[in-house]
């Protein structure tokens, strides 16, 4: 089993509509989760990060932790076609070490 | 712009031989981590320092190793270059462990080994 694992898409979606991302881990120990965005040959861009159970909202963005199930979510309300991009799930371990899914491909069409 | 900067941008280097990279963290953070990131693949992590000292490694073998200066400024270096080390070094840079505290990446490094 990966440590962190995403659905590849790609995922597609039409503009104005909902966005949803969804991320498994393996380590319950996890404490730290992160969402960052990569645009095709441009470095990771954090969105979002949440620590504790619940959602958190950042404008268009909603993370969501279900720590006991081991699943952390992205939503993204109104997407637009420049939201087209790759969605990396980052957590942390216990040794506080990174661990990235391999992204989810995400396209919104006009 | 995150405030991380890297160099070189671009890499060619032969098989057998050595590189090393370099990072600029952003004001204020003491943390750099490291990065490989595999074309359609999420980045790897290769270790992290904080304050100098390595502090959390990923499964890269010895021939990966860094530094990390009192600048907080961080090298990577690599020996015995393999083909399948072509690919993205990202660095990113935080207030503390990469664990607890956000994480803001430079633009990479794309090395290319032939």
């Known amino acids: 089993q990966k440590e962190v694992e995403q659905n590849s898409g790609p995922l597609s979606v039409p503009e104005g509509a909902i966005a949803s991302l969804n991320c498994t881990y393996s380590d319950r120990g996890s404490q730290s989760f992160f969402w960052y965005r990569q645009y095709s040959g441009k470095s990771p861009e954090l969105i979002m990060f949440i620590y504790s159970n619940g959602d958190k909202e950042d404008g268009r963005f909603t993370a969501q932790l279900n720590k006991a199930s081991q699943y952390v979510s992205l939503l993204i309300r109104d997407s637009q076609p420049s939201d087209s991009a790759t969605y990396l799930c980052a957590v942390s371990l216990v040794n506080n070490d990174m661990r990235f899914g391999a992204g989810t491909r995400l396209t919104v069409k006009p | 712009e995150t405030g991380v900067t890297q160099s070189p941008t671009h890499l060619i280097k032969t098989r057998g031989q050595q590189v090393t990279l370099r990072c600029s963290s952003q004001?204020?953070?003491?943390?750099v981590s490291w990065y490989q990131q595999a074309l359609g693949q999420g980045p790897q992590f290769i270790f992290q320092?904080?304050?100098?000292?390595?502090?959390g490694r990923g499964n890269f073998p010895p021939r990966f190793s860094g530094l990390q200066f009192p600048n907080y400024s961080s090298e990577l270096n690599v020996n015995a270059l393999e083909l399948d080390d072509s690919a993205l070094y990202l660095c990113?840079?935080?207030?503390?462990?990469?664990?607890?505290?956000?994480?803001?990446f430079g633009p990479g490094t794309r090395l290319t080994v032939t």
């Open positions: 004001s204020g953070h003491n943390t």
């Open positions: 320092y904080y304050r100098e000292e390595e502090n």
């Open positions: 990113a840079s935080s207030a503390g462990l990469a664990g607890s505290y956000e994480q803001y």
